[in-house]
């Protein structure tokens, strides 16, 4: 059984990528990624706690990233250098979507959500295994 502040987090990033799923049936496609991204940072948060033994009050986006590709993707063990080019991908879309006007169509906000749901799910995966 996990920690609750590992369970609320896993809660958090679930009901983030049911509304970035909902967000893209509703069109509004900068929500829609925004929102992904934001599921997998929280996946990742507890990743790092419950595997890795790292812990951090607040996770600047930049370090969090860094301490998932040193300690899951670089050595390939239970992530691959795609999976940790994702998590960067999902950033930096993200990045766009809530900063600049008009960048996401349907099919690159459906391909996004699409890829964050299945990362999120090989992270709950690890995360659950033990």
């Not at 033994?53 to 670089?74: G, T, Y």
């Not at 600049?100 to 959500?113: D, T």
């Amino acid at each position: 059984m996990l920690p609750q502040e590992y369970s609320a987090r896993i809660e958090k990033a679930n009901a983030f990528l049911n509304t970035a799923q909902l967000a893209m049936r509703n069109g509004d496609y900068e929500s829609c990624v925004s929102r992904s991204y934001y599921a997998a940072y929280h996946v990742v948060v507890v990743l790092l706690a419950s595997k890795a033994n790292i812990r951090r009050k607040r996770w600047d986006h930049n370090e969090l990233h860094r301490a998932f590709w040193e300690q899951f993707c670089k050595k390939g063990w239970l992530f691959t250098r795609e999976d940790g080019d994702l998590f960067r991908t999902l950033q930096l879309e993200r990045f766009s979507a809530d900063y600049e006007v008009g960048r996401f169509s349907k099919k690159k906000a459906e391909r996004l959500v699409v890829r964050a749901g299945a990362l999120i799910s090989k992270i709950q995966g690890v995360i659950q295994s033990g």
